[in-house]
């Protein structure tokens, strides 16, 4: 153990280079550059505020903040997931001449967007001091579910690097794999709503059970469960370990197929 925090202290200026070069190349040629990262979830609330309130009308005390809150933690997985997918197949020039560990390209992607994130995060501050909801101490405690949240995403995002320098059809399909998560997740919807069938369904997905927690203390200004917060725990630690392992496993064969 203690010989890989070495050698991720050695290349921890790289990472850093990558983490601001990620950043660099998503805002190159823009006007308003990472202000973009605060601005599209406010424009995207207030469109799907004004779609899904007349359309369905969800019993939800302040839906903008509902819905802010839960894009916020939802593009956060699928952003960072897709960049963490492709981390590995547009490095193939450098790992091929240089020895750089190969999930540092991973790390960078999923670092890239945690900064995103708090962009995002912003937005959802600002949004609740519009709204007059209450900032509660209890706020402090939204660093539990962010942390879950940057776990998941680290462990799917590891298979799926590896998985991809293989089968590049994942590329494609996983958007589709996304969208049909983001159905699956309390983004837009309360939980309430839900049939009894579909239930069990959209509890099982990791995703929902981070944004319940998330929206626990930010919004309901509510003790985390422990129990929900435990079933996290085992969700996030199973995808790291499966991560790490698919991604230990197959990373001496990138070479050959980048």
């Given at each position: ?114 900064i995103n994130l708090m962009a995002s995060f912003t937005a959802l ?66 939980m309430s709503i839900l049939p009894d069938w579909l239930t069990p ?31 996290a725990v085992i969700e996030v630690a199973a995808f790291l370990i ?17």
């Amino acid at each position: 153990m203690s010989q890989y925090l070495q050698n991720f202290k050695k290349f921890q200026p790289l990472l850093q280079e990558l983490v601001a070069r990620d950043i660099k190349i998503k805002y190159r040629r823009s006007v308003l550059g990472v202000l973009w990262t605060l601005l599209n979830p406010l424009f995207m609330m207030v469109i799907l505020s004004v779609v899904f309130s007349n359309l369905f009308k969800f019993d939800v005390e302040n839906f903008p903040l509902y819905l802010l809150s839960g894009q916020v933690v939802f593009n956060f997985f699928s952003e960072s997931t897709t960049n963490a997918m492709s981390a590995i197949i547009n490095n193939a020039s450098l790992i091929k001449k240089v020895y750089v560990p190969k999930y540092l390209f991973v790390l960078s992607r999923i670092f890239s967007s945690f900064i995103n994130l708090m962009a995002s995060f912003t937005a959802l501050l600002l949004v609740m001091v519009a709204t007059r909801a209450e900032l509660h101490w209890k706020v402090l405690l939204v660093l539990i579910p962010l942390l879950l949240l940057v776990g998941l995403s680290l462990g799917i995002g590891l298979m799926l690097a590896a998985l991809t320098v293989k089968f590049r059809d994942i590329m494609h399909l996983y958007s589709v794999f996304t969208t049909a998560l983001m159905y699956l997740t309390p983004v837009i919807y309360p939980m309430s709503i839900l049939p009894d069938w579909l239930t069990p369904i959209v509890r099982i997905n990791p995703v929902t059970n981070i944004l319940l927690i998330f929206r626990d203390v930010m919004i309901n200004n509510s003790w985390i469960d422990p129990v929900s917060l435990i079933v996290a725990v085992i969700e996030v630690a199973a995808f790291l370990i499966i991560g790490l392992r698919v991604f230990y496993v197959s990373q001496d064969e990138f070479i050959l197929n980048i």
